[in-house]
C-alpha cells in the first residue's frame, strides 16, 4: 500500500553511488517545479504552423492505457461507443504493470465487503492462476490474530484487518488488459505521445499525437483524459491544482522508479524478521547507514520475487524531464547498491538477481483536475453520499464510513466534452492519497467511460449526462452503488495465493 511512512535514513554519504541530499521525506522544496530549466541560448524558437494528417476519428478517445484509460476503454465501449485508446509506451497497464505497481490495493471494505467490483473485479478474476496473489473471499474483513499476521506479512491486512488487496504478475495484467479491449472491439494505439487538445472553444475536437509516423490527428466527439498527469486539460489551457504549486503545500510526491528481484527466498526472510527481530532491527540499521537510505522488500506474487516499490525521492517534478531523467538514474543506482548490500546480508536474498526495473516512473501525483465538485476529506469524513454517486471506495480507516465518489469529480469545470479519471481526478491531497490507488482509478475510469458514451449518444455535454442512466449503466457492468447496490460476490479467483501456508 502506498502508505506514508517514516524517514529511516541515516542521511550517510556512500563512495558507490551518489546519495544525494533528498533521502525519501517530501521536505523537498518545489518552487521551481513549474518553471522551464536554465537556458543556455534563446527563450523560445518559432514553430510554423502546418497541416497534419488526420489518423482517425472516434467517439470515445481515451487518452492513456493505465488502469483508468484500460477501465474507461472498455466500459465505454461496452455502453456502446466507438472507442480508441492512445498510448506512449509499449504495452497497457500503466503504473499497474510498467510501473511495477503490482500491488493492488483494497477493494474490500472493514466488514470484508467487496466494493469496489466492476472492470477491479472482472480482470483480476480473469487473471490466470499464479498471476494473482492475495486472501480468499472468506478471509476477508477477518480480524483474527493468526489470519492478520500471516497477511500483513504479504501486503494483505491493513489496520489490523484482512483485505482483498493482492499482488500480480504484471506481463499477465500487460497481456490480459490488451485482449480485454480486443475483445469488447476496443481500437488500440500504441508508441503514440499525445502532445496538444484541438480546441474549439469549450470543446475538445480531438488531440494531435506524436509518434515515429510525426505529428498526426485523431478526432473524437468526447476525450477521456486518463493521462494521469491531466496532459490533455493541462494542456488546454486549464486551471489544476498541484500540491508542488506555490499557493500548494509545496511539496511534490516522492518520485521513484521501482524493481523486482528474482531468486529470492522470501519464506527465509519472513521467518528471519519474525524470529530474529532483533537482528532485522540492525540490518536494516546497518543497511540504512552504508546505503545512506533503505528501501524495504515486499513479497510480490511468487514466494522467490521481491518487489521494492521506491525509492522514494523526493524534491523532483513528475512533469519535468530533467526531474525525470535523475530520477531514473538515481533510483538505479540505488537498486544495484541495495542488491550488493542485500545479497551480502539479507538472510533469503543470496541469489536474488535484477529481474527488471520498472519501464514507467513512478509518480505519484503531478496535477489534479478542477472539476464540478472537490472530492475531499470533509466529504468523506462527514460520511457524504453524493447523489451523483459513480463508486465507492473504501475508506481510510475504520472511523470512517466508505467513501462515495461522486461524477461532478470527473467533469472539468471549463471543457464540455472531456472527463477524467485516475490519479488526477477533482480532489483534495488527503482524498487522493487513496483515490489514486489502482482500484479507485479502476472505479472513475469505468465511470468516466460510461459517461462519455452516454454523452456522445445522448449528444449532451458531459455535465449534462443523466446520472440516473449513468448509474444503471454501470450497476449493469458490475459496479457497486450505495443506493440499493447489492454488494458484488467475490471474484472466482480471489483465492489462488501461491505463497506456502
Ligand atoms: C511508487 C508508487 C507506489 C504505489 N503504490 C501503490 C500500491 O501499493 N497500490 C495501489 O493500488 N496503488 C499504488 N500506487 C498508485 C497507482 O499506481 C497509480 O496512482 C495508478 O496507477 C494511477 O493510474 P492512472 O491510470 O491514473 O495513471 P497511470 O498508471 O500513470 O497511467 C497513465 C497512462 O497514460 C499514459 N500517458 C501519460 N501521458 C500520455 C500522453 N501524453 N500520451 C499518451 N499516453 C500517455 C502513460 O504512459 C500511462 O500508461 C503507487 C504509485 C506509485 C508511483
Known amino acids: 500500500m502506498d502508505e506514508p511512512r517514516a524517514n ?28 522551464p530549466d536554465p537556458l543556455a541560448g534563446p527563450a523560445t524558437v518559432h514553430e510554423p504552423a502546418r497541416e497534419i494528417p488526420v489518423h482517425a476519428s472516434t467517439d470515445v478517445l481515451v487518452v492513456g492505457g493505465g488502469p483508468a484509460g484500460c477501465a ?25 504493470t510498467g510501473g511495477l505497481v503490482i500491488w493492488i490495493d483494497r477493494m474490500s471494505d472493514w466488514s470484508g465487503r467487496l466494493v469496489i467490483a466492476g472492470f477491479a473485479q472482472e480482470v483480476l478474476a480473469r487473471l490466470p492462476d499464479g498471476a494473482v496473489a492475495g ?41 490480459l488488459s490488451t485482449e480485454m479491449l480486443i475483445e469488447a472491439g476496443v ?39 486518463a493521462s494521469g498527469d491531466l496532459d490533455v486539460c ?3 489551457g486549464l486551471e489544476f491544482e498541484a500540491d508542488a504549486k506555490s499557493g500548494g503545500s509545496g511539496i511534490a510526491h516522492c518520485l521513484n522508479t521501482g524493481w523486482i528481484w528474482a531468486g529470492v527466498d522470501f519464506a527465509r526472510w519472513l521467518a528471519f524478521k519474525r524470529d530474529d527481530p532483533g537482528g532485522h532491527r540492525q540490518l536494516m540499521q546497518d543497511a540504512g547507514d552504508a546505503l545512506g537510505f533503505v528501501e524495504r522488500p515486499v513479497v510480490g506474487w511468487r514466494n522467490d520475487v521481491a518487489l521494492f516499490l521506491g525509492p522514494r525521492l523526493s524534491g523532483y517534478s513528475g512533469v519535468s524531464v530533467s526531474d525525470l531523467t535523475r530520477v531514473e538514474i538515481e533510483s538505479r543506482r540505488r537498486m544495484v547498491a541495495h542488491l550488493d548490500y542485500f545479497r551480502r546480508r539479507a538472510p533469503g536474498f543470496e541469489n536474488a538477481w ?12 503531478t496535477r489534479r483536475l478542477v472539476g464540478r465538485h472537490k472530492l475531499t476529506s470533509d466529504d468523506w469524513r462527514a460520511g457524504a453520499r453524493h447523489a451523483d454517486e459513480i463508486g465507492v471506495s473504501p475508506s481510510p480507516s475504520q472511523k470512517f464510513a466508505n467513501v462515495s ?40 475510469g ?43 460476490s467475490a471474484p472466482e479467483h480471489a483465492a489462488t495465493a501461491p505463497l506456502a501456508r
Open 405 to 444: 465518489v461522486p461524477y461532478r469529480a470527473l467533469v472539468p469545470r471549463d471543457l464540455d466534452n472531456v472527463l477524467v479519471a485516475g490519479r488526477h481526478i477533482a480532489c483534495d491531497p488527503q482524498t487522493q492519497a487513496f483515490m489514486r490507488e489502482i482500484p479507485q482509478c479502476w472505479l472513475t
Open 8 to 35: 529511516p535514513s541515516t542521511g550517510g554519504e556512500v563512495e558507490s553511488y551518489h546519495v544525494g541530499t533528498e533521502s525519501m521525506s517530501t521536505s523537498g522544496s518545489l518552487a521551481d517545479a513549474f518553471s
Open 72 to 96: 474507461a476503454a472498455l466500459a465505454a465501449r461496452r455502453a456502446g461507443a466507438e472507442v480508441l485508446l492512445v498510448e506512449r509506451y509499449n504495452h497497457l497497464g500503466g503504473l499497474s
Open 135 to 175: 486472501a480468499a473471499p472468506e478471509l476477508w474483513g477477518s480480524a483474527e490474530a493468526p489470519e492478520v499476521a500471516y497477511w500483513r506479512e504479504r501486503q494483505g491486512a491493513f489496520r489490523d484487518v484482512v483485505t482483498w488487496s493482492p499482488m500480480i504478475d504484471p506481463e499477465w495484467l500487460k497481456h
Open 187 to 225: 481500437r488500440l494505439l500504441l508508441h503514440s505521445w499525445v502532445a496538444e487538445p484541438l480546441l474549439a472553444g469549450r470543446e475538445v475536437q480531438g488531440v494531435a499525437f506524436e509518434s515515429k509516423q510525426g505529428r498526426r490527428a485523431i478526432l473524437a466527439k468526447v476525450v477521456v483524459d
Open 354 to 365: 535484477l529481474m527488471l526495473s520498472a519501464a514507467q516512473v513512478g509518480v505519484r501525483h
Open 234 to 236: 493541462a494542456r488546454a
Open 446 to 488: 469505468q465511470a468516466a467511460g460510461v459517461a462519455a458514451a452516454l454523452a456522445v449518444g445522448r449528444a449532451v455535454p458531459t455535465a449534462e449526462v443523466d446520472v440516473a442512466e449513468l448509474q444503471q449503466e454501470l450497476r449493469r457492468q458490475g459496479v457497486y452503488l450505495q443506493d440499493g447496490g447489492a454488494a458484488p
